[in-house]
């Protein structure tokens, strides 16, 4: 699979495949794919900033590395740049307003003055109640249209004692919980 998949990526019409896709299309498609949501932090020479996100996977755990998205045309996008470290802070229930003011265009100092944060090992700053928090380095980046992929190492984690967590799905938020144990 994995050859054809890299065959397929080189050719631009594969198999005589239709051409654009209509981005609303894909856009209402994408809504239907849930996934955590994060906000992602920097500090460093060019100044501290962050940015919701749920462009987050796991790569591979050796080196334990994470990718971010990140838009080149978003405010946030020199800081990330100059700084070279970032922490994916995964969001707890209960974050929706903190996620919506990372998310928006409020000022760098009103979204940080709305939580608790402290640092680890990159000096990004780590959200006192996430889910979990992984302060990274990164050590590759490669654009894809309009977005950086940004190549993540982990260099700390802090786990957090929230049990419900946070995802984004079909446009709106969602609390999720460990089921008890019986």
């Known amino acids: 699979m994995l050859n054809a998949m890299v065959s397929h ?3 631009p019409n594969p198999a005589g495949l239709a051409q654009g896709l209509p981005k609303a299309d894909y856009r209402n498609a994408m809504a239907r794919l849930g996934a955590a949501v994060n906000i992602i932090t920097t500090d460093g020479p060019a100044g501290r900033a962050g ?3 749920s462009a987050v996977c796991s790569v591979t755990d050796e080196p334990p590395t994470l990718l971010v998205c990140l838009n080149r ?4 996008y020199p800081a990330f740049k100059a700084n070279g470290v970032l922490c994916v ?3 707890a229930a209960g974050h929706q307003s903190l996620s919506a003011l990372f998310g928006g265009k409020t000022p760098m100092d009103e979204r940080f003055a709305a939580g608790q944060w402290r640092r680890k090992t990159t000096g990004s700053p780590m959200l006192d109640d996430a889910a979990v928090s992984f302060d990274c380095r990164v050590v590759h980046a490669t654009s894809a249209g309009t977005h950086d992929v940004l190549f993540c190492e982990a260099v700390a984690i802090a786990i957090g004692g929230a049990a419900r967590g946070l995802i984004y799905f079909d446009r709106r938020y969602h609390e999720i919980a460990v089921p008890p144990q019986h």
């Not at 045309?73 to 946030?76: D, N």
């Open 9 to 11: 990526a080189a050719s």
């Open 51 to 53: 940015f919701t996100a």
């Open 73 to 76: 045309s978003a405010s946030v």
């Open 89 to 91: 802070n995964v969001l």
